[in-house]
């Protein structure tokens, strides 16, 4: 699956993790002809090949069980700034090879903070075997296997916590649930929201003075929810103290300035208006419009929800001119949480809709609702959006699945009538291995009556997919759909021979 559970809306960290290339020969020797891979600034080619030369001494030297000369050649390594990590990950093999255990541990820890991550090879290194069972190998190896993890694993193992601790913080059983919040701390993922529940498990459970530093270190990283900062009775216990108010006032703040997520500026776009705002309990958006949008002959909106791991506005704001063309106005948000869509996220999100509504040239009243535009992750944003009535204008989804986030099964269409009749244009990889849900749904979403129009691309995975044709497609379906009609002038189903190619 392409996206994660974070709450109820997905969630999925796109980037990826370089790991480099340990230094070993096997499981059982301390050593490796191979260099590790090159820092960000490249060494000179002198110094790599030094490196390459040093790094053959070491297989003959620990086969020899010659430890301290090993440790002076990988010193001589770490000298050159080359495969820092794991370098410091060989000292500390030498070191408790020779029984230096706290030279070892002070080395291990210095390559897990450099960001070692070959956890099966520390798990299982005969090198360190004496120090398995210093408490202190356990928490390292804990800190080297969390290296490892690909964002996309860190989400999920955070979603599986997440739901272990809304059931233990409901069932008040509090250090248990303190218990988790610091796994979810370890994860690095939304470390505001982790001090935050850490806070409530500690006010739980009489910690008044812990459950404040959570909650100041929570506000400080930029911990926005302002609406359960005010009413959550998880707090009530602390709200009498004199502590509290002045960071219900930071949170009211970060609500509106989206303190913990740096600011996506932009560029201009001739010909349109530009419109940027804070909305107080909602986020900080731009507005493209037609600058002759009038009360009288009003542009309809188009909103953007954006994949995670990044707002990715440059890719959407350049369809604003054609959007305009058809008589949309585009709406991104511009500073918030790039990693997630989470039930406060939505919420902000429609208090923003609304203010925005209030903008003389815009109408969004029905039958002109928004129309909701999710690629990835924010296309199950988007449906699952419909999916809670929430009736949108329209569903425009890229690289977005009929697949409940939750349960990882295929979703039948709402049954609510005004969800039936919500138009849905899909772009889909046909290479896209999770294309196989959109085939395994669509003639019963067509059946229930859902205007569905899908286009499967072919020779494209799962990725941005609006370029010309697509477009061009689009654009079809805004003049249909502004017209009032559910896009029956479109086939329904539109695949592409496969020969046909991406222009």
Same mark, same amino acid.
């Given at each position: 699956?392409?996206?994660?559970?974070?709450?109820?809306?997905?969630?999925?960290?796109?980037?990826?993790?370089?790991?480099?290339?340990?230094?070993?020969?096997?499981?059982?020797?301390?050593?490796?002809a191979?260099?590790?891979?090159?820092?960000?600034?490249?060494?000179?080619?002198?110094?790599?090949?030094?490196?390459?030369?040093?790094?053959?001494?070491?297989?003959?030297?620990?086969?020899?069980?010659?430890?301290?000369?090993?440790?002076?050649?990988?010193?001589?390594?770490?000298?050159?700034?080359?495969?820092?990590?794991?370098?410091y990950?060989?000292?500390?093999?030498?070191s408790?090879?020779?029984?230096? #255990?706290?030279?070892?541990f002070?080395?291990?820890?210095?390559a %897990?903070? !450099?960001?070692y991550?070959? $956890? @099966?090879?520390?798990? +299982?290194?005969?090198?360190?075997?004496?120090?398995?069972?210093?408490?202190?190998?356990?928490?390292?190896?804990?800190?080297?296997?969390?290296?490892?993890?690909?964002?996309?694993?860190?989400?999920?193992?955070?979603?599986?916590?997440?739901?272990?601790?809304?059931?233990l913080?409901?069932?008040?059983?509090s250090?248990?649930?303190?218990?988790?919040?610091?796994?979810?701390?370890d994860?690095?993922v939304?470390?505001?929201?982790?001090?935050?529940?850490?806070?409530?498990?500690?006010?739980?459970?009489?910690?008044t003075?812990?459950?404040?530093?959570?909650l100041?270190?929570a506000?400080k990283l930029?911990?926005?929810?302002?609406?359960?900062?005010?009413?959550?009775? #998880?707090?009530?216990?602390?709200?009498?103290?004199?502590?509290? %108010?002045p !960071?219900?006032?930071?949170v $009211? @703040?970060?609500a509106? +300035?989206?303190?913990?997520?740096?600011?996506?500026?932009?560029?201009?776009?001739?010909?349109?208006?530009?419109?940027?705002?804070?909305?107080?309990?909602?986020?900080?958006?731009?507005?493209?419009?037609?600058?002759?949008?009038?009360k009288?002959?009003?542009?309809?909106?188009?909103?953007?929800?954006?994949?995670?791991g990044?707002?990715?506005?440059?890719?959407?704001?350049?369809m604003?001119?054609?959007?305009?063309k058809?008589?949309f106005?585009l709406l991104?948000?511009?500073?918030?949480?790039?990693?997630?869509?989470?039930?406060?996220?939505?919420?902000?999100?429609?208090?923003?809709?609304k203010?925005?509504?209030?903008?003389?040239?815009?109408?969004?009243?029905?039958?002109?609702?928004?129309?909701?535009?999710?690629?990835?992750?924010?296309g199950?944003?988007?449906?699952?959006?419909?999916r809670?009535?929430?009736?949108?204008?329209?569903?425009i989804?890229?690289?977005?699945?009929?697949?409940?986030?939750?349960?990882?099964?295929?979703?039948a269409?709402?049954?609510?009538?005004?969800?039936?009749?919500?138009?849905f244009?899909?772009?889909?990889g046909?290479?896209?291995?999770?294309?196989a849900?959109?085939?395994?749904?669509?003639?019963?979403?067509?059946?229930?009556?859902?205007?569905?129009?899908?286009?499967?691309?072919?020779?494209?995975?799962?990725?941005w997919?609006?370029?010309?044709?697509?477009?061009?497609?689009?654009?079809?379906?805004?003049?249909?759909?502004?017209a009032?009609?559910?896009?029956a002038?479109?086939?329904?189903?539109?695949?592409?021979?496969?020969?046909?190619?991406?222009?």
């Amino acid at each position: 699956m392409p996206f994660r559970v974070i709450l109820v809306v997905a969630v999925l960290a796109t980037a990826l993790l370089l790991s480099g290339q340990a230094l070993r020969a096997d499981n059982s020797s301390s050593a490796s002809a191979q260099p590790a891979a090159a820092p960000s600034t490249a060494p000179t080619p002198e110094k790599q090949r030094q490196f390459a030369d040093l790094a053959k001494q070491l297989p003959t030297l620990t086969k020899d069980k010659k430890y301290e000369e090993a440790l002076a050649v990988t010193r001589k390594m770490i000298d050159l700034g080359i495969g820092l990590p794991e370098c410091y990950y060989n000292l500390a093999c030498y070191s408790a090879q020779l029984g230096q #255990t706290e030279e070892a541990f002070t080395n291990l820890k210095k390559a %897990a903070d !450099l960001g070692y991550a070959d $956890a @099966e090879q520390m798990k +299982t290194d005969a090198d360190l075997d004496r120090l398995r069972k210093d408490p202190r190998f356990a928490s390292l190896l804990a800190t080297v296997a969390r290296a490892a993890l690909k964002p996309q694993e860190k989400s999920r193992q955070y979603a599986q916590l997440f739901n272990q601790l809304a059931s233990l913080i409901q069932e008040k059983k509090s250090a248990q649930a303190e218990a988790v919040c610091r796994k979810m701390l370890d994860l690095n993922v939304r470390p505001w929201d982790c001090n935050f529940y850490l806070a409530v498990c500690q006010a739980q459970s009489g910690q008044t003075d812990e459950a404040f530093a959570s909650l100041e270190k929570a506000v400080k990283l930029g911990w926005p929810d302002i609406a359960v900062m005010k009413n959550s009775p #998880t707090l009530d216990s602390l709200r009498q103290d004199p502590r509290f %108010a002045p !960071l219900v006032d930071k949170v $009211a @703040e970060n609500a509106d +300035t989206g303190a913990a997520f740096p600011y996506d500026k932009g560029t201009d776009l001739p010909g349109l208006k530009k419109v940027e705002n804070v909305v107080k309990d909602g986020l900080r958006y731009r507005l493209w419009m037609n600058p002759k949008a009038t009360k009288e002959k009003p542009d309809r909106l188009i909103v953007w929800l954006h994949p995670s791991g990044g707002l990715n506005n440059n890719l959407v704001e350049k369809m604003a001119p054609m959007f305009s063309k058809h008589g949309f106005a585009l709406l991104v948000f511009t500073q918030k949480d790039p990693a997630a869509w989470t039930i406060p996220d939505l919420i902000r999100t429609t208090v923003t809709m609304k203010a925005v509504g209030q903008i003389e040239g815009l109408d969004l009243s029905q039958p002109l609702p928004p129309v909701l535009l999710g690629f990835s992750d924010g296309g199950q944003a988007a449906m699952w959006l419909w999916r809670q009535n929430a009736q949108p204008g329209g569903l425009i989804l890229d690289a977005a699945y009929p697949i409940d986030t939750a349960s990882g099964r295929a979703i039948a269409p709402n049954p609510s009538e005004a969800a039936k009749t919500t138009p849905f244009f899909v772009l889909v990889g046909a290479d896209d291995q999770n294309a196989a849900s959109w085939r395994q749904v669509q003639d019963a979403w067509l059946n229930a009556g859902v205007p569905l129009v899908i286009h499967y691309v072919p020779k494209a995975k799962n990725q941005w997919l609006f370029d010309a044709a697509e477009t061009t497609e689009l654009e079809k379906w805004l003049t249909d759909v502004t017209a009032g009609k559910k896009p029956a002038g479109l086939p329904a189903v539109l695949e592409r021979p496969a020969d046909s190619g991406k222009p």
